[in-house]
């Protein structure tokens, strides 16, 4: 099996899924569709496109490695230029098993991290640290875009949707901050 037949059916896997979210959700009340629906049809979008592009582009393309990718610090080249200027795909370096251990633990300490704390700590902290360690910015810049972004989460889920998110097994509730935020910005 090829590279772009492989890819191609975790494509349309991933599309099956969004479909598949889809027809499970028109069961759903109006009120409970609101999140599912228009995330599903994203991502159909989504995976319609990556199937077009990696169909149109040459094979030799499609060989970026995500992981190296995604650490690489100050490189602004484009990456389909960077892949089709790099030596044959035969000599390219792949993903060493410590990197894929690292990538399993790092998903393995947010489910942790989600479980014992919360949602949104766990969102607050996952993305603070992620910032931080890897250096896509500085400390406090890190500090303050997840501040944001979990206070945001919070108040669409707390006050536009009314799901409380305070489900972790210490059983810590997070009503006095959650009412102080919502009060600051309603």
């Known amino acids: 099996m090829t590279r772009r037949m492989q890819e191609n059916l975790i494509a349309f896997i991933i599309l099956g899924i969004f479909v598949a979210a889809i027809v499970a959700s028109l069961d759903y009340g109006p009120r409970a569709r609101l999140v599912p629906i228009p995330i599903a049809v994203i991502g159909i979008l989504f995976m319609v496109g990556q199937i077009i592009l990696q169909n149109i582009k040459s094979e030799d393309s499609l060989q970026v490695d995500l992981l190296d990718f995604l650490t690489k610090k100050g490189d602004k080249a484009d990456p389909v230029l960077a892949a089709a200027a790099a030596p044959p795909v035969a000599t390219k370096r792949r993903a060493t098993p410590k990197s894929e251990l690292q990538a399993f633990g790092i998903v393995a300490l947010l489910v942790a991290i ?13 993305t603070a640290g992620y910032f931080i360690v890897s250096r896509h910015h500085a400390p406090w810049k890190g500090l303050a875009y997840s501040a944001f972004w979990t206070i ?29 935020i919502t009060q600051l910005f309603t």
């Open 152 to 180: 945001l989460v919070y108040l669409v889920f707390t006050t536009g949707l009314k799901v409380q998110l305070d489900r972790n097994l210490l059983g810590i509730r997070f009503d006095t901050i959650g009412k102080w």
């Open 114 to 126: 989600f479980l014992v704390l919360g949602p949104i700590p766990a969102m607050f902290i996952f």
